[in-house]
């Protein structure tokens, strides 16, 4: 219970600090917004060009589409929570990690904080809640399978960003690993469309594997009655607890590794 309240006012003490900051310098909260306006603008520019010129995706309407869309505004918005592991191995190559290792917390924990940008994870929330309510004036979702729904996206999402800090603690080992993290990772663009329009064994590896297809696929179809959750629901919150085991292994191995060269 004392971690919990520990950990909450210490997101608080972020927030606050993030609020300061976003009042001060208001162009900044500026281009955050008109940059999720610009996302969501380029979504429905594809998806209507696509229309335009004659493509179709089999069982996938406009309801499911925009549903769908909404799913990745849902993964952005978690997704960005752990923005900070992107910065990680420039952090400890010029020795400014040293100064999270001396502040009586988990170091990843304040790299976190310190690049988590609140009103970017908020508008992204928000239009993932527009994109339901739209979808549902076309389509009567059943609740339950919408929460359903949202529990698989939620954990898949979780479970692509510990994936992705996982590899970012190799910067510990190796150094410079940016290009080869962002080039593997690259492969999450393919959340944007229906996973179904692969072959079966890419869309369960993505299943089984990395959880592209259980972001906005999988969710889109339970929504829709098409797909039962139980299944998908076992293996997000198998695969985050088995991630968040080996992250928590990795991350005492990094800064074991770290501290005994010297930094």
């Not at 429905?44 to 004659?54: D, M, Q």
């Not at 001396?102 to 527009?130: A, D, H, S, T, W």
């Not at 080869?180 to 869309?203: H, Q, T």
Request: overall charge positive; proline content about 2%.
């Amino acid at each position: 219970m004392y971690s919990i309240s520990k950990n909450f006012k210490l997101l608080k003490r972020y927030l606050t600090l993030y609020t300061k900051n976003k009042l001060e310098f208001k162009f900044e909260s500026f281009s955050t917004v008109f940059g999720v306006l610009i996302t969501i603008f380029n979504n429905f520019i594809f998806w209507i060009a696509l229309k335009n010129v004659g493509v179709k995706f089999q069982n996938w309407d406009f309801n499911k589409i925009l549903l769908l869309i909404g799913f990745n505004f849902l993964f952005i918005s978690i997704n960005s929570i752990f923005f900070g592991f992107r910065d990680l191995e420039y952090k400890i190559i010029s020795g400014e990690f040293d100064m999270f290792m001396v502040r009586g917390q988990n170091p990843f924990k304040l790299v976190l904080l310190e690049r988590m940008n609140f009103l970017y994870i908020f508008l992204n929330l928000i239009f993932f809640i527009v994109c339901i309510f739209i979808s549902q004036n076309s389509f009567k979702f059943e609740i339950i399978n919408v929460l359903l729904a949202v529990i698989v996206s939620i954990f898949a999402s979780l479970n692509f960003s510990l994936l992705y800090g996982i590899f970012s603690l190799l910067a510990f080992c190796f150094g410079k690993i940016f290009y080869v993290r962002e080039l593997f990772f690259s492969i999450k663009d393919s959340k944007n469309y229906p996973m179904d329009i692969f072959p079966k064994v890419i869309y369960n590896l993505f299943v089984y594997t990395i959880p592209i297809t259980l972001i906005s696929t999988v969710p889109t179809k339970i929504a829709f009655g098409e797909n039962r959750a139980g299944k998908y629901i076992l293996i997000s919150i198998a695969g985050f607890i088995l991630l968040c085991t080996i992250f928590k292994l990795f991350s005492k191995k990094a800064l074991k590794h770290y501290v005994s060269t010297g930094n």
